[in-house]
C-alpha cells in the first residue's frame, strides 16, 4: 500500500503505518488541546495508541489463523478506520474462511473479558462519551474491544461477519454466486453506514462506508476474474506479436519503437531472446521528460519479472502480477527463452471476452 511506512515486523509480519493515520492523531491531539488542554491531548493520544494496538492483535488474530492453514501474512496496516491484514490469498474453504474470519473478533472478546475480569466494565450504551476523561481509561478500552468485536461480526462483506456469511453462502451456492451474493449485500449496508454517518456527522463511518462498498465490489470481481482463469492457460491471454528492445538500444530509439508500434511495454531482451526486464511506457516518459533520451534502456528497465510455462494456468500469472507488482508476467519455454508476456490488461479483456463468449 502506497504512502505506508514500516515501523517493524512481528510474528514475520511487516507492521506499517499509513500516512493518514498520523494525521489522525494529529487531529484528534488538536482538538483535545483546544477543548481541554495538553493533559487531555496526551491522554487521548494514550488512549488512541492503545486503541490501535487492539487493532493491530486483532489483525494477527487473522494472520496467525491464516498461518495455520499455510497462508502467510506479508504485512498488517494501520489506517484511520482500522487495520488492514493482507494475506496472500483468501482461504476459500468455507470452515478455514470461518475460521480466519472469527479469529479477529475472538481477540477482542479475549482483551474485554479479560479487562472485566481486572476490574473495568463495559458500557455500550454509553460508547459516544468515550473521549470524556472522566470516565476509566480501562472501561473504555473494554467497551471499545466489546464494540469492535460486535462491529466486525456485521454481514457486511468483506468485513469479518460478511466473511462468515459468504462462506456459509458457499456451502450451497458456490464461491463465487455466494461471493457476488455478500458483496451487494456489504454495499447494501455501506450505503446504509454512509447515511448514518451523513446524517450524524461522523466522519470514519463515511470512510469505513465507502471502503466497504469498494472493497465489496473489488473482491467480487476478483472472485469471479480468479474461477474463470482456472480454466484458461497463459497461452491464451499471452502476447506475442510485439518488438522487443536490447539492453544497450537508447531511449530515443525505444521512442520510435512507441510511436511506430503503440506498445505500453517493451520487453528487453538479449542476443539468446533471454529476458532481462522491461520497459515501461511510463518510465520512458518520465526519463525523457528528464533529458535522459540517450541513456540505455537498460538503466531505465523493471527487473526481476516473474517467469510462467506456455501450460501454466492462467491464475498463475495473476497470483505472480500479483506478488511482484511487475508490469507483466514473461512466457517461456523450457530453455529459457521468452515467446510473450502477459499484462493485466490483456487478461482483463481475454475475462471480457469468455464471459461473452459464455452468456451467448
Not at 504485512?75 to 482500522?82: E, F, K, M, R, Y
Not at 541513456?295 to 502480477?321: F, K, W, Y
Request: proline share 5%; glycine share 10%; aromatic share 8%.
Amino acid at each position: 500500500m502506497t504512502w505506508s511506512y514500516p515501523v517493524g515486523r512481528v510474528f514475520g509480519s511487516e507492521i506499517r503505518i499509513h500516512a493518514t493515520f498520523f494525521l489522525l492523531l494529529a487531529w484528534i491531539a488538536a482538538a483535545a488541546w483546544i477543548a481541554d488542554g495538553p493533559i487531555a491531548a496526551v491522554a487521548n493520544l494514550v488512549f488512541v495508541l492503545a486503541l490501535f494496538a487492539c487493532v493491530v492483535a486483532h489483525e494477527f488474530g487473522h494472520a496467525l489463523t491464516a498461518r495455520r492453514f499455510g497462508i502467510a501474512t506479508p504485512d498488517i496496516t494501520l489506517l484511520p478506520i482500522g487495520g488492514l491484514a493482507r494475506l496472500d490469498r483468501m482461504p476459500e474453504r468455507p470452515g478455514q474462511e470461518i475460521a480466519v474470519a472469527l479469529a479477529g473478533p475472538a481477540v477482542n472478546l479475549a482483551i474485554c473479558t479479560l479487562l472485566i475480569v481486572l476490574g473495568a466494565r463495559t458500557d455500550l450504551t454509553g460508547a459516544a462519551a468515550l473521549q470524556d476523561p472522566a470516565a476509566g481509561f480501562w472501561s473504555k478500552l473494554a467497551t471499545v474491544n466489546l464494540f469492535l468485536a460486535l462491529f466486525n461480526l456485521l454481514p457486511a462483506f468483506p468485513m469479518d461477519g460478511g466473511r462468515v456469511f459468504r462462506a456459509l453462502l458457499a456451502l450451497r451456492l458456490g464461491r463465487v454466486a455466494a461471493t457476488r451474493f455478500a458483496a451487494r449485500s456489504g454495499q447494501a449496508l455501506a450505503f446504509g453506514f454512509g447515511f448514518l454517518g451523513l446524517v450524524t456527522g461522523d466522519a470514519v463511518l463515511v470512510l469505513i462506508a465507502i471502503f466497504i462498498f469498494a472493497a465489496a465490489g473489488a473482491e467480487s470481481a476478483d472472485v469471479a476474474l480468479r474461477d474463470m482463469a482456472r480454466h484458461l492457460r497463459a497461452r491464451d491471454a499471452m502476447i506475442t506479436d510485439y518488438e522487443a528492445l536490447q539492453p544497450s538500444d537508447t531511449l530515443r530509439g525505444a521512442s520510435s519503437t512507441l510511436i511506430r508500434t503503440a506498445q505500453h511495454e517493451f520487453p528487453v531482451v538479449d542476443a539468446g531472446g533471454g529476458l532481462r526486464g522491461i520497459l515501461t511506457r511510463t518510465a520512458l516518459f518520465q526519463a525523457l521528460a528528464e533529458g535522459r533520451d540517450m541513456s540505455p534502456v537498460a538503466e531505465n528497465m523493471a527487473r526481476g519479472i516473474p517467469t510462467v510455462p506456455l501450460a501454466a494456468p492462467l491464475d498463475a500469472a495473476l497470483d505472480a502480477l500479483q506478488d511482484s507488482g511487475a508490469p507483466a508476467v514473461a512466457v517461456t519455454e523450457p530453455s529459457g527463452r521468452m515467446i510473450g508476456y502477459i499484462t493485466r490488461e490483456n487478461i482483463g479483456d481475454l475475462i471480457v471476452i469468455c464471459g461473452r463468449d459464455r452468456n451467448r
